[in-house]
C-alpha cells in the first residue's frame, strides 16, 4: 500500500479547513491550560477520522499522523483532559476506520525526539514522547506493534557510536512494553550519521525494526545498493511487513535546493519496494504526489 504524511492539501483547503496538527506555543499553554488542549485534541482527532475516510474513498491506505494529535502531552495523562470521554470515542471511530480497511497509521515523532542523546534530560522527554504517541495507539483501539510505527532516528553520533547505540538500546529497555512494541528507527541522510548495517547492530535483539528510506540511504550506503539496503533493513520486521519511505531530491529539478529536500512529486517508484513493503511517498505533493505515482 502507498502512503503520505502530514497535512492532507485537499482538506486544508476546505472552509472551515480540516487539518489534525492544532497545537499551541508554551506561552499559551500555560495561560488556556487543559482545557483548550482538550479543545485542540477533540478537533484534531474528529479531523483525523475525516482524513482517514478520505483516505478510504480514494484509496490511500497508509498514512502517518503528525504528531500534534494531542497538543502538549507531555504535560499530562489524557485521562485528565475535560473531554477525554468524547476524545476516546472520536477515537474510537478513527480505530474502526483503520481496521475495518486494513489501513496502516504511524507517527513520526519531531527531530528533537532523541532516544540516544548525550544529554539525560534529553533523553528522558524523548521517552515520555513515544510513550504518549504509544498512548494514541491505545486511545484508538490498536494493537501494540510495529505495523503501527513509532517512527525515530537515532539522529547524532556525539562522537562515539558505539556508546551511543548503547545509550540507545538502554533507552529501548526504559520504554513500557506497549511503546516498545511500537517503536522503528531509520536511516539518516548524511554520512557521517547512521546507515542501515550500523542500525541493524544497534538494534540487534532489541525488536526494533529498521525502516529503510530510500532516499536517505543515498548519502549512508555503505556501499550496499538500495535492494541490498532494503534487503537488509526488511530481516529486522520478523512477520511484520515493512514499512519504508520514498522520496526524490529536489535537486533534481532545482539545482538550488539542498541534497536532502525532497521533491514536490516523484517520477517513478521502483516495483520491487512498493512489491515488498507498504510505503509513505513523502513528497510536498502529499496525497497528490500518491494519486500521480497510482
Known sequence: MLGYPGMNHTLRDRDPPVRCNRSMRKATF????????????LQNMRDLHTVLEWNTDNGIRFYRCPSK???????FELEALPDYEALREAARRCGAVIEDHDMRLTFHPDYWCRLASDDAETRASSITAIEYHADWFELLGLDATPYYGINVHIG???????????????AIDDLSVRARKHLTVENDDTSGLWGVPELV???????????FDYHHHSFTDRELTYREGFELAAET??????????????????????????AEYVADLPAW????SDVV?????KEDAVARVR
Open 30 to 41: 500555560e495561560e488556556r491550560g487543559l482545557s483548550y488542549a482538550s479543545e485542540l485534541a
Open 69 to 75: 494529535l494531542v497538543p502538549w502531552n507531555s504535560q
Open 156 to 170: 547524532a553520533t556525539y562522537g562515539d557510536k558505539e556508546a551511543t547505540a548503547e545509550r540507545f538500546r538502554a
Open 201 to 211: 547492530d544497534a538494534v540487534e535483539g532489541t525488536g526494533v525494526p529498521v525502516l
Open 237 to 262: 520486521w520478523g512477520e511484520v511487513r515493512p514499512a519504508t519511505h520514498y522520496s526524490e531530491p529536489a535537486c533534481l529539478r532545482n539545482e538550488a535546493t539542498r541534497p536532502q529536500a525532497h
Open 273 to 276: 519496494l512498493r512489491r515488498r
Open 281 to 285: 511517498i513523502e513528497a510536498g505533493g
